[in-house]
């Protein structure tokens, strides 16, 4: 194992940050996790355990904030329905460069709290 990230998010907060901040989605999420988020009645929900999961991915690795873009971290979903971590650009290479080959990942949110937990193998 080379790392474990968990992170929580307020939703309710979230939301809050997303209405005041018009494009910090775009800076935050892919396209493709944007479309999965929007196809949701509440769109925030999806957004802000995908947040929790990008913050947690970022722990794993023992980064801090600003390491990496969000937007390097992908969360997406395989056939299955379960969640899984792409990396993309520096985040790619960080996690090469430590040697993580496996990612695990469980997300789980309520209406008030979104959480995401991580292991890096």
Known sequence: MIGIGID??????FREVLQRREKISARLF?????????????????????????????KALGIGLGSVRFREIEITKDSLGR?????????????????VRQWHLSLSHTGSVAEAFVVAE
């Open 8 to 13: 929580l998010v307020d939703v309710q907060r």
């Open 30 to 58: 892919t396209e493709n996790e944007l479309a999965y988020c929007h196809a949701a009645v509440d769109p925030s929900e999806r957004m802000a355990v995908r947040f929790a999961a990008k913050e947690a991915v970022m």
């Open 83 to 99: 969640p899984n971590v792409t990396l993309h650009g520096t985040a790619a290479q960080m996690a090469a460069n430590t040697g």
